[in-house]
């Protein structure tokens, strides 16, 4: 079976040479060829990005270490069945979060179910756009025979979770603090999911520089229909979504606003759907989560716009960028456990299976607004 790293290595050969328009160096092994400098540093960039991002940790897993309110990395070897809160567990797949992070998630990586152990096609529609000049049948013979192009990876989800304990006598009477401390955690493991899956895209994507300013004659909204025909250019189908982060959204206003001609000035004002419209594209959405480092909160997306495709109710199969592939818990998306390790302290922990995976690298763009 070949690593990630292989496969990722190949996608990237095809997706580069049909960028620069160098077919004829694509062979049947994209191996094969000898990668140039550029795309050497960017499978690099990629495969750091997902070993960083598959360690990511926050607190150590389980420490032991008491302190009221602290939130620690949990997986399966703290939970026991006995713990599991049926109540609680039934909140959380209730639960939804006001601050849009739930459709932002939706947004860059669609949920797809599958079983502990799965595999998924990594897409490379390179032969799909070949032109077959030589279809002709000869009397007797056969047909010209079509190989699908995507190469079936296996996988396997991972456990992931966070936990929380309190002091009993911090609660002051509260009668919803399991509630409460639930919400946090979901809070925290989505905005997890969510930073994954932009990193991810960000990695993977090809970078083009550009400029919003105030100076006469700059049109924001042309570069990114700009991006989204070189994405095309390189896997064959328009992108059909596109994320601007908050300091590139700010900066396309600005720079419109500043224009002297009715056509920029109408733009400023769209919101993510006209905009959208105005692209051609499915969705627009614009990014305003934060996430903290230390007492530094950190824009998600920054001076980003990406453009890549996504599916709603997507399988393991079809013909996207990325997937966020989950598992069900006895019917729930969620598992909440909470038990006592002393008679004061209480542990409430969440719990959950996922994995996102970069599917096809084809065709993911971004722009680095300065």
Known sequence: MKSRFHIISSLLAVSSAMLYGRREEVSNSAAASKPSPRLTQKREAIENAMREIDGFQFDPVHSGRFEHDRVEEANA????????????????VGWRDESGLDEALGFFAPEVPVGMRFEYRQFNNADDFENDTDDARAIYAGFKEVIEGGTMVQDKLINRGLMISVDEDELQGDPNWRERKVRKLLNRIKRNSLIRAVALLDAAAGNTAVTWDTTDGKDPDQDVESMLATGADGSGMMSNRVAYGETARLKRKLSIRAQKH????????????????????????????????????????????????AYNGADTEDASNIKRFYRMLDGQRYRVYEWRPSPKKVCIAVEHYERTRITSTLGIRKLTVS
Do not use: H, I, W
């Open 77 to 92: 070897s703290v939970f026991d069945s006995t713990n599991l809160s049926e109540p609680l567990t039934n909140y959380a």
């Open 262 to 309: 009715a056509g920029g000035f109408a733009n400023a004002g769209m919101n993510a759907g006209d905009l959208a419209s105005y692209l051609g594209v499915d969705q627009v959405l614009f990014a305003r989560s934060r996430y903290g480092t230390g007492a530094t909160k950190t824009r998600l997306m920054a001076n980003l716009v990406l453009s890549f495709t």
